[in-house]
């Protein structure tokens, strides 16, 4: 047999698999399908190539046949490529009936009687007709790289368009050889490669870097040779005796069994050392990150430190880290506003969110996702996935590292990696360790956040019992003998003057005295008073609109409303926002608008496993878990459209005594967050300079606690 004729017998085997493994991955991915559709075919052309070369006679191989598996071939590859690139489909679609066309009128040849004196322009049309789906297939790819908007998918892409230069250019060693030049044909082995490459990052989804293809090589070679050694040395010796092969085989297959394990594991050890040392090097990295987290107590310079670590082991070109918000609903970037590509802020109720806490703090990849997605056979499970991929392509991110921590998603980093390092499967189980550690890290930085309040509150708390002491009396005792020397020199206007300074100074003072105090003082809440906030903004909002300019406007999702909460302490902090929005109005809008919003947020679930969740899912840890923020919340939205508030004031705006006004007491702020906390929410704000700012409060409506 010559090399064309054994390179044929490789391909037919290999093809064949490669079909056959893709349809068990999932026989209801039209991905699959047609994949497994052009392994077909090529397998029926290779077969016939291989009938061809035993049957001289043409009795079960026919030149017809062969022709017409090259055109389906190139129909399968346009219909294969419709899959890989959704975005071409229009493009591909003109392609594919003309390429169907070219079909027709090859099968109307085929059909004529006089077929035979024509068989051998036909055979070579094909194969040149071949060369139009191969070459779409390289522009397509080369074209949707460049569009790919992440590091990952442009990786593939690349990938797959190199592979096919290769292989196209191994196919000129067929042609010439084929032309009676002595050059062996390579260009059949080249496309079983190329076959098992895409398999390998299209099917599986799975990159591979370069040296880790060579470890499996070596390691699969290494046991190979070494059990093929064993049963050489027992077996080979016995000649025609059939007794003593089968005792000899017994044996040998006896120590086989034996041997396997450790075998095994010193040939992965070898190969490890040998071939995989950026995985070696990244693990040394991950621990050394590991040693330089501990004793961190702030979340930026957590996110610091993994951003350093990211940047310098994998080369990503940018990170984030996204921490769970107090009320539950929501997971908020910590980096600052407008320096960062990645989203703000993600939902709790999220697809992805729910995704993390499935794979219960495992990293992941995009490709992780659409293996989960294309591994499931109904529609539910497979949209879930596909939602989960979606939000993560919205979220800029190819790369995910979850920190699960007590049944709780309480954050995560997300990167867009480089090209530096692929992250395979065995890299990224590298993490989890280093996942698990900063779960618990963030777990203790929150306690340790709530202890410094804590403790911040009771000092503040002693000092506001002694400033009642020792400056509101002396402020009262000032400001009587003032009014009483004003009252006796009313002649003197240049000193009654300075009086009524004293006098009003002496107000401001005692004004910021009682705000500190009431910022100060602790607060008992009855969970029993409810009330419904729609009621409580619009009469807030008559007290402070009645004579002003300003437009006033509130969406309600729905009516009927009804908080656990005290509507005298809401309707205090409303009026302060009110108040605060109307004033940054001031000759910034002709058109003053203050909008209010109210919704309510429910926790829900995005899908359920309980039914449809494979076996070996459930080994990995894909357990049934509640989404974080299982409470319901109301939300309010109050929304200006004044100059907004500058980004290095967000992160101080509710810090006593911070104001940007000329005669504030930077406490107003203070209160409300105070007030609103006390009421089990939380409040936030967020700033879209120079168009206004919003203020966001979530307020729960069912409360557990009675008391802050």
Not at 32 to 44: K, N
Not at 99 to 106: K, Q
Not at 316 to 339: I, N
Not at 414 to 426: H, P
């Amino acid at each position: 047999m010559g090399i064309e004729t054994v390179s044929l017998i490789i391909a037919a085997f290999v093809n064949g698999s490669l079909g056959i493994a893709a349809l068990m991955r999932n026989f209801r991915s039209r991905l699959c399908i047609w994949f497994a559709v052009l392994c077909g075919i090529l397998f029926a052309h290779d077969t016939l190539g291989v009938l061809e070369s035993f049957d001289a006679a043409g009795r079960f191989a026919s030149p017809k046949l062969h022709s017409l598996t090259i055109l389906l071939a190139g129909l399968a590859v346009l219909l294969f490529l419709r899959e890989i690139v959704p975005g071409l489909q229009k493009n591909l679609q003109k392609f594919f009936w003309g390429y169907l066309a070219v079909i027709g009128l090859s099968v109307l040849l085929m059909s004529v009687g006089q077929y035979s004196k024509v068989s051998l322009v036909v055979s070579v049309f094909s194969h040149l007709i071949f060369l139009v789906p191969s070459i779409i297939w390289m522009v397509s790819l080369a074209r949707a790289e460049k569009v790919a908007s992440l590091t990952r998918e442009r990786l593939r892409l690349r990938y797959a368009f190199l592979g096919s230069v290769v292989t196209l250019a191994f196919f000129l060693t067929d042609a010439i050889h084929f032309a009676g030049v002595s050059v062996p044909p390579l260009g059949t082995l080249a496309r079983v490669f190329y076959l098992l490459f895409l398999f390998q990052i299209f099917i599986r989804k799975e990159l591979i870097a370069a040296e880790e293809v060579v470890a499996r090589i070596a390691l699969f070679g290494g046991i190979a040779v070494i059990l093929s050694t064993i049963y050489m040395l027992l077996v080979s010796w016995v000649g025609d005796r059939p007794d003593l092969f089968f005792f000899n085989t017994l044996i040998a297959s006896f120590v086989i069994i034996v041997l396997f394990d450790p075998i095994r594991n010193l040939t992965a050890t070898v190969t490890r050392k040998l071939f995989l040392t950026r995985n070696a090097i990244l693990e040394q990295e991950l621990n050394a990150l590991s040693i330089d987290l501990m004793g961190i107590v702030e979340p930026v310079d957590l996110s610091k430190r993994i951003s350093v670590f990211l940047r310098k082991c994998l080369g990503v070109e940018s990170s984030a880290l996204y921490l769970l918000d107090r009320d539950g609903l929501g997971y908020v970037r910590l980096d600052p506003p407008g320096k960062s590509p990645f989203v703000e802020e993600l939902s709790a109720s999220s697809s992805l969110v729910e995704y993390m806490v499935l794979r219960r703090g495992r990293p992941f990849v995009l490709e992780t996702i659409e293996n989960d997605r294309d591994s499931f056979h109904s529609s539910q499970p497979r949209k879930f996935c596909q939602s989960s991929l979606d939000t993560m392509r919205n979220l800029g991110a190819d790369f995910v590292i979850p920190f699960f921590q007590e049944a709780r998603l309480v954050g995560f980093a997300a990167a867009m990696t480089g090209e530096r390092i692929v992250l395979s499967s065995d890299q990224l189980r590298l993490f989890i360790p280093l996942s698990r550690q900063i779960a618990l890290l963030l777990k203790n930085v929150q306690t340790f956040s709530c202890l410094r309040d804590r403790d911040k509150l009771a000092a503040v708390g002693e000092m506001a019992a002694g400033l009642a002491h020792e400056i509101k009396n002396p402020l009262g005792a000032i400001k009587g003998a003032a009014q009483l020397l004003k009252s006796g020199m009313k002649a003197d206007r240049e000193n009654g003057e300075f009086l009524k300074i004293i006098i009003d100074e002496t107000d401001r003072l005692s004004v910021v005295l009682t705000d500190f105090l009431d910022y100060a003082r602790p607060r008992r809440t009855y969970p029993q008073t409810s009330c419904d906030p729609v009621r409580v903004i619009e009469h807030t909002a008559s007290m402070v609109l009645r004579d002003s300019k300003v437009k006033f406007e509130i969406a309600a999702e729905k009516q009927g409303l009804t908080i656990e909460a005290d509507p005298d302490i809401l309707k205090q902090v409303l009026l302060n926002l009110f108040i605060n929005a109307i004033q940054a109005m001031e000759g910034h809008s002709e058109k003053a608008c203050l909008k209010v919003t109210v919704r309510e947020l429910k926790p829900k679930r995005i899908f359920s496993f309980a039914d449809s969740l494979p076996v070996y899912k459930v080994w990995e840890g894909w357990e049934t878990e509640r989404p974080s923020g299982t409470s319901a919340f109301i939300e309010i939205e109050v929304q200006d459209n004044g100059p907004g508030i500058a980004a290095e004031d967000i992160s101080r705006i509710f810090v006593p005594f911070f104001t940007t006004k000329q005669k504030g007491t930077g406490l107003g702020l203070a209160i409300c967050q105070r007030l609103v906390e006390g009421m089990g929410g939380t409040i936030g704000v967020k700033s879209y300079q120079p168009s206004g700012s919003i203020f966001t409060i979530h307020v729960p409506v069912h409360r557990e606690d009675a008391e802050i």
